[in-house]
């Protein structure tokens, strides 16, 4: 079976305060993916990132980094220097090969200006 | 990048009342759609999932009768929410999968809020 935990519900930031969200996965796929969508106000899902089980660099997008270990089944995802524009629900996921995406129950993020 | 497009975006309905909602890959052929609901404050949680031209695979939990899911063409997915109740008021938020370069690829509707009166 496949799950996604992330065990922070919610987090309070002062903005330009780095932070990071955790997210730990179980699966049993030799082959699979991680996502993390942010979710504003508006509802619509935003794509963030995609990383396959083979890929474990660290990546870096502007503020963003995420940190890929599968030794601990986490793929934690940081924000630098946060912004009120930030502020959302961030949603890990996982994905077999051909198979439908499970989501994390959510990490809802608030930046404080 | 792919888009896909749901229809209404918002839809209010009396109980008892049936209500379609559209799901449509505007750019690409989507070999697969799933049906996502989201209450408030919750995560995605998956209904089901449809390939073209045969019946959806659902969730444990989810009733076949009350959401009815068609898959008409490549492009186009449907879920019907018979005889709606409050109990069905949710964000409900589609995706096609697009298998491209040996990768499947799920692009995620923008989601219609359902309130059912």
């Not at chain 1, 089980?53 to 503020?63: K, L, V, W």
């Not at chain 1, 930030?86 to 949603?91: K, L, M, N, T």
């Not at chain 2, 009350?66 to 186009?76: D, G, Q, Y």
């Amino acid at each position: 079976a496949q799950k996604v935990t992330q065990a922070q519900t919610e987090i309070s930031v002062v903005e330009k305060e780095d932070v990071t969200l955790d997210c730990v996965y179980e699966t049993r796929d030799t082959t699979y993916y991680l996502f993390w969508y942010k979710q504003p106000p508006s509802g619509e899902l935003v794509f963030l990132i995609r990383r396959n089980s083979f890929d474990e660099q660290n990546e870096i997008s502007g503020r963003y980094s995420w940190n890929f270990q599968k030794s601990t089944s986490s793929f934690n995802f940081t924000i630098t220097a946060s912004q009120v524009v930030d502020s959302a629900v961030y949603f890990c996921a996982l994905s077999g090969y051909y198979d439908k995406v499970i989501f994390g129950p959510g990490t809802s993020l608030s930046v404080i200006p | 990048g792919a888009v896909v497009s749901q229809h209404p975006s918002r839809v209010i309905c009396k109980s008892g009342t049936s209500v379609k909602i559209e799901c449509r890959s505007l750019d690409f052929q989507a070999t697969t759609m799933f049906w996502y609901r989201q209450f408030p404050k919750k995560s995605l949680m998956l209904m089901a999932t449809s390939n073209e031209g045969s019946k959806a695979t659902y969730e444990q939990g989810v009733e076949k009768d009350k959401f009815l899911i068609n898959h008409a063409s490549l492009t186009l997915s449907t879920l019907t929410v018979t005889s709606a109740h409050p109990e069905d008021s949710s964000f409900y938020i589609c995706s096609a999968s697009w298998r491209r370069e040996g990768l499947n690829t799920q692009y995620f509707g923008p989601g219609t809020r359902l309130t059912v009166l």
